[in-house]
């Protein structure tokens, strides 16, 4: 068994952290509080080649392993995680399926502008009513002549409502099937097309720097072949698509994971109290130790579902364990760290109160905590 990245993975590493570091991290706090999405910040990610990391050189991509995307979202999420938060949906949601189910026509007239980073794509598939139920999706697309005709709504729906946004893949009902159960198909609209709203979600408590929308779809008429794949293969497609976007919610909790614990480590060695630094207290270094060693166990994990979908091998089941136990991880990392700060770790002026926040999201996003397990459960044969 060979635990050691390549050379490429390691200058990835490398780069991007440097690049966090240096344009992310004097920022971070400042557009947190303005709850501001940062076009500018987005492209100097685009120019650094954060986009398209696993699509083929043919669409302007990167064309690396899939291990490499994920170490670049990790180390983003180090630093900040509305700017991982725009890396994962942007590549795993936006660029995958275009990527793996669009035509040559569509790939080659979306991709390369993706891939540079100088626009953006949504993939709408939570409703209001329908989140963890995906198949309890309402929104519409009939068939009209050489169009579609697209009625209904989603939410939560991350980087669809800026001015980078060029469209979104939107999940809705064209039909029925044999069993009596409706049919999904995946359709491209693009921004601006008539009828077509998307509107910013503001005041949230965690990825507040992430432009995160409600899409209306009123009568929204987009062209026959703007079909993603084939007709009826939307529910398959959006099973898929969330496979790889468990791996980068579980990156983003790997890397926010490290970015709290570094920052309590780091604390913990300045912060004195009776006279030496608080990390030579037990019950300080205890805590420092069983985050040092359940980040090295995420690691492994992660890094392992990575390598099983590089191998072309299964990785499902490896992909829910991973993004279930790195989401919950930083939730207990975070934890120690703002009570390591004591009351700094409340204050918006320390980096730990953001990780605290931005946590939650990972227990929901990408499918719960709650379905992971369900998922696991079936693998194993409950």
């Known amino acids: 068994m060979d ?3 390549t050379r490429e993975q390691e200058m990835i590493r490398k780069e991007v952290r440097k690049f966090a570091q240096s344009e992310i991290v004097p920022v971070a706090t400042e557009l947190d509080e303005k709850e501001e999405f940062s076009a500018e910040l987005t492209r100097k990610m685009g120019e650094i080649g954060l986009f398209g990391m696993f699509v083929s050189e043919k669409y302007e991509g990167q064309e690396m392993d899939y291990l490499s995307y994920i170490i670049a979202v990790e180390e983003i999420a180090r630093a900040d995680g509305s700017q991982a938060a725009t890396i994962a949906a942007g590549n795993s949601l936006g660029i995958g399926p275009l990527y793996y189910f ?3 026509e569509q790939k080659k007239k979306y991709l390369p502008k993706l891939c540079a980073g100088e626009g953006l794509w949504g993939f709408g598939l939570t409703e209001p009513t329908a989140g963890s139920d995906a198949g309890g999706s309402k929104t519409t ?3 009209d002549g050489d169009e579609w005709v697209i009625n209904g709504s989603k939410i939560f729906i991350t980087n669809a409502a800026c001015d980078m946004t060029l469209g979104v893949t939107v999940q809705a009902i064209t039909g029925e099937r044999e069993n009596g159960k409706p049919e999904y198909s995946c359709i491209l609209v693009e921004a601006g097309t008539p009828g077509f709203k998307a509107a910013p979600m503001k005041k949230k408590m965690m990825w507040r720097s992430s432009n995160t929308a409600e899409l209306y779809f009123d009568n929204v008429r987009v062209p026959v072949n703007n079909i993603l794949g084939k007709k009826g293969d939307g529910f398959h497609q959006m099973l898929k698509t969330l496979d790889g976007g468990r791996l980068s919610i579980g ?8 970015g709290a614990y570094e920052a309590a480590l780091q604390y913990a060695k300045q912060r004195e109290q009776f006279n030496q630094p608080i990390s030579k207290f037990q019950a300080v270094a205890f805590k420092l130790a069983d985050c040092a060693m359940e980040i090295e166990c995420a690691r492994n994990l992660m890094y392992k579902a990575c390598w099983l979908r590089d191998q072309k091998r299964p990785f499902e089941k490896e992909a829910a364990m991973a993004k279930l136990y790195c989401s919950e991880l930083m939730g207990r990392v975070a934890n120690h760290a703002v009570q390591i700060h004591g009351g700094y770790g409340l204050m918006k002026e320390y980096a730990v109160e953001r990780f605290y926040r931005d946590q939650k999201l990972l ?6 905590s709650e379905v992971q ?3 696991i459960s079936r693998f194993i044969g409950c």
Do not use: K, N, P, Y
Not at 252 to 257: K, S, T
Not at 363 to 368: F, L, P, R
């Open 102 to 104: 669009g035509t040559e």
């Open 363 to 368: 227990d929901i996003g990408e499918g719960t």
């Open 3 to 5: 635990f050691d990245l």
């Open 251 to 258: 990156a983003m909790g790997l890397g926010g994971a490290q």
């Open 141 to 143: 697309a009939v068939r």
């Open 373 to 375: 397990r369900i998922v």
